[in-house]
């Protein structure tokens, strides 16, 4: 007669329900930011070029285009660090720099892709803040 209060032998000891499933919880919100920073790194890469190439086409320095190359060197600069930290949450390798990365998603004008960077960044944040994902990273 078997032990009802024994694992079954094709589960291991060492995973609990709740770990098992935290591979998949991961990925898909470190994809959507990936992509949403990937985007958002060509359009500020983009908008970068057009305002390099009208500052020496033109010659003409305006308050507008200095303010514009300034959002566009933040964005960037924010598309980049969310990048690194989606690869680092995908790769479950830094959960502080994950974290924080989803932060900097969430917030508008700063974030890759304005509206896109909101929810996907709320999601990823989420899903961070769930004990057994979090502790996954360790």
Known sequence: MSNPYVAPSHIS?????GQAKHPNEIKAPAVAL???S?????????????DVFFLTRLGDVSLQLIVRSIWGV???ISSTFIL???IKMKNMTNYGVAKAAAIVAI????GPCCLLGIPFGIWAVVVLSKPHVRDAFR
């Open 84 to 86: 690194i930290g989606a």
């Open 34 to 36: 990936m992509v949403v």
């Open 74 to 76: 933040i964005l960037v």
């Open 107 to 110: 917030i508008p004008f700063v």
């Open 13 to 17: 000891p060492t995973k609990t329900f």
């Open 38 to 50: 990937i985007i958002g790194l060509s359009l500020g890469t983009l908008g970068l070029i057009a």
